[in-house]
């Protein structure tokens, strides 16, 4: 039987280096599909609405309410990543904490707008349904999607920070969390704004 020969620590040393030095632009080359599936969906809003029968209705109070959550959760997370390089370990993870909190509320009050789409007969599919209410259902809840990937990110990056994985000198796993997240942020409100002004 051949001998099994383990890795050296150098080796190790070096994957751990290469892993750490291809995350961040994989990171940037995942944004980027996900801007691409974003542009072309309100691509095909416009495209569709200049071609007539588009039902245009105000936007839910929830939406508004979840703008300005994410938008605080994006300044929560900024928070936590400043403490983390000033080596406060409990900080960073009370400001984790702070945002994945946020990022829930956030979901919730998104649940709530589409029952207050639903409550107008503004549906999904069906025969009262138009295709203004089915861009508007579809975009935000891809959206959501994508931020449930962000909030199982925050989780990880929450056991992280409070194990004090954090510091001045490794902050890499913390910022990946963070890219993604304020990348989430922006395009929520450009998708809000989208739909506000475009009807």
Avoid at 18 to 44: C, D, E, H, N, Y
Wanted: with cysteine; hydrophobic share 50%; net charge positive.
């Amino acid at each position: 039987m051949e001998e099994k020969v383990k890795p050296s620590p150098t080796f190790k040393a070096e994957l751990k280096a290469a892993r750490q030095k291809a995350s961040k632009p994989l990171l940037w080359v995942g944004i980027l599909s996900i801007v691409m599936l974003f542009a072309g969906l309100t691509s095909a809003y416009v495209v569709r609405a200049d071609n007539g029968n588009w039902l245009i209705f105000n936007l839910p109070n929830a939406f508004y309410l979840s703008t300005a959550v994410i938008i605080t959760s994006s300044i929560t997370l900024f928070f936590a990543f400043q403490m983390a390089k000033k080596n406060n370990s409990r900080a960073t993870g009370f400001g984790v904490l702070a945002t994945f909190i946020l990022g829930l509320i956030f979901a919730y009050l998104q649940y709530q707008g589409w029952g207050e789409l639903y409550s107008k007969n503004i549906v999904f599919a069906g025969k009262s349904a138009n295709a203004s209410g089915s861009f508007l259902y579809l975009i935000t809840f891809l959206h959501l999607m994508h931020l449930f990937a962000g909030l199982l990110s925050l989780l990880v990056t929450l056991k992280n920070a409070f194990k004090g994985k954090y510091n001045g000198g490794n902050t890499l796993g913390l910022e990946l969390c963070s890219i993604y997240w304020h990348f989430l942020d922006i395009l929520w409100v450009y998708l809000f704004l989208f739909l506000y002004y475009i009807r």
